[in-house]
C-alpha cells in the first residue's frame, strides 16, 4: 500500500523541526506552522495547558 503524504524535498524533516518544553506539563513539543509568525511568544503545548495553569 502507497504513501498518501510523501515528502519531497519541499518541508523538513519532522526531527528537524525546532522543539520546546511546555512550561505547564513539561512535556516537549515541536514547531507548528501555525505558530510560524510568534514562535517565540509559544509556552504552551495545547490549549488544555493554556487553561491548566499559565504559561508564565
Not at 511568544?41 to 488544555?48: E, G, H, L
Amino acid at each position: 500500500m502507497a504513501r498518501k503524504h510523501v515528502n519531497l524535498g519541499t518541508a523538513p524533516d519532522k526531527r528537524d523541526l525546532p522543539q520546546k518544553t511546555c512550561a505547564v506539563c513539561a512535556k516537549p513539543f515541536t514547531w507548528r506552522r501555525k505558530w510560524a509568525r510568534d514562535w517565540d511568544q509559544v509556552k504552551v503545548c495545547s490549549d488544555r495547558c493554556r487553561a491548566a495553569g499559565t504559561g508564565s
